[in-house]
């Protein structure tokens, strides 16, 4: 009954124009890794980290102002780092898991899966973590195949994973065989188009452009949209079909909808992930001519960008996602060896017909 609750408010929000849809908290910003398009790591100060109890204030406004998916993500939320109060980041995300699942909120965590192993998922589910998605970081086969096993784990044990790749154009041609590799293995791919906004999860590149070309987004998306058809790419329809058509990273967001939001280290307000303000979470109502008018400044000034997660808040695909969404049901019911097998069929059912796509690992 808990799960149905969740779904229908989450449901109730994606039919509503102007549905609070999607939340994003961004905890502590410590990790062990240096990725080459995220500044992320450089920005933590432990001093203005959010505590455990602010970060459940946060929790509490985002679902007051109804938004039902929450996604939690650092740093590395998993790390056996400590934080200002002394406990590790693992056990600051699982408390604000079990807060916000408590809540009804649909809660997702991202983590690169250096940290999960059994114990970490157990506790995880316990808290009552509904998704994982595992960012790959390490381009080869055993770096692909680590977090595979951790986003297995997580699907035996009912939290559906997905295994997330930032698409550059340097990366384009292998893009469709980890796609076909992951879902495989009975686990969910989904696509991240490189940013180069210079905010928080994006480098502002003064080198030649890692963005991938039209062509480029065309072929990979069209080819992830026929393994779609069975289930096993999170990013919804609408993303793989239109994200092609904004050149060079173009969309705009809605200035007049709040259809997604994003709560920044030490409890800003921010629009989101790259349009930051100096707000304090519950210092400003989003329904005041106050935050309209600072947003429609904000972004008509912030350069655009093509982040699939806001996109897709702002632009739900509801029927295209059915595929998606059934996957999704056998693993929250406890079949897993099923998607396995599903995922298998799907794969091969595109290698027989590739359509000039390389559904080979080649990584």
Excluded at 17 to 26: C, F, K, L, S, T
Excluded at 134 to 150: A, D, M, Q, R, W
Excluded at 254 to 268: E, L, N, Q, R, S
Aim: hydrophobic share 35%; with cysteine; proline share 3%.
């Amino acid at each position: 009954m808990k799960e149905l609750s969740k779904g229908l408010g989450l449901l109730k929000e994606l039919k509503n124009p102007n549905g609070h849809r999607y939340a994003v908290i961004e905890g502590n910003r410590d990790c062990n890794r240096s990725c080459s398009y995220c500044a992320v790591p450089q920005q933590y100060k432990r001093e203005q980290e959010s505590t455990l109890d602010q970060t459940f204030r946060q929790v509490d406004w985002l679902r007051n102002q109804g938004y039902r998916l929450l996604s939690y993500l650092g740093g590395e939320p998993l790390a056996p780092f400590k934080t200002k109060e002394g406990i590790t980041f693992a056990e600051h995300t699982t408390e604000v898991v079990k807060y916000a699942a408590d809540k009804g909120m649909i809660v997702n965590v991202t983590t690169n899966g250096d940290f999960v192993n059994k114990d970490a998922i157990e506790s995880l589910k316990k808290a009552g973590l509904d998704s994982m998605s595992f960012s790959l970081h390490t381009y080869s086969e055993p770096g692909l195949n680590h977090v595979i096993k951790g986003a297995r784990l997580a699907a035996q044990s009912k939290i559906v994973s997905a295994v997330q790749v930032v698409f550059t154009s340097e990366r384009a041609s292998q893009i469709p065989g980890i796609a076909a590799h992951v879902a495989e293995q009975g686990v969910l791919f989904s696509v991240a188009i490189a940013q180069e906004k210079g905010g928080g999860f994006s480098i502002a590149r003064k080198e030649k452009s890692i963005i991938p070309t039209t062509e480029q987004q065309k072929e990979v998306l069209g080819a992830l949209l026929r393994l779609k058809s069975f289930g096993f790419v999170r990013d919804n329809k609408d993303y793989l079909t239109q994200a092609s058509s904004y050149s060079n990273n173009s969309w705009t967001c809605d200035a007049k909808k709040d259809t997604f939001i994003h709560i920044g280290a030490g409890g800003k307000l921010d629009v989101c992930s790259d349009v930051r303000t100096n707000i304090n979470v519950g210092e400003i109502e989003l329904s005041s001519k106050k935050w309209r008018d600072l947003k429609k400044e904000l972004v008509a000034n912030c350069g655009n960008c093509m982040y699939g997660c806001y996109y897709e808040a702002q632009n739900p695909s509801l029927i295209g996602d059915i595929p998606t969404m059934a996957v999704m049901g056998l693993i929250k019911t406890g079949n897993a060896k099923l998607v396995e097998r599903i995922g298998q069929f799907g794969v091969d059912k595109v290698r027989k017909n590739p359509k000039g796509v390389d559904w080979n690992l080649r990584i």
